[in-house]
C-alpha cells in the first residue's frame, strides 16, 4: 500500500506531508515495509526482466 492516498485520523491531512507526529510515524512505518531490492523498479522493468530471464533459460535450454 502506498502512503500518498491515506489520510491521518489525527490531522485529517495526507500522510505523505507528514504534519503532525502521527503522519510523520505512519510514513516512516510505510517507508521501511516498502523497501525491498525490486521495490523501486517499476512493473513494466519487472516484466522486461521477467521475460529476458525467460529468454536466457530457453536459449541454455536448447544448448545442452
Known amino acids: 500500500m502506498t502512503y500518498d492516498r491515506l489520510v491521518c485520523a489525527n ?21 521501511h515495509q516498502q523497501g525491498g531490492m525490486f521495490a523501486q523498479l517499476s512493473p513494466v522493468t519487472l516484466v522486461a526482466l521477467l521475460i529476458v530471464l525467460i529468454a536466457v533459460g530457453l536459449l541454455l535450454h536448447q544448448t545442452v
Open 11 to 31: 490531522c485529517a491531512a495526507p500522510v505523505s506531508e507528514g504534519r503532525c507526529p502521527v503522519c510523520r510515524a505512519s510514513r516512516e512505518r510505510l517507508q
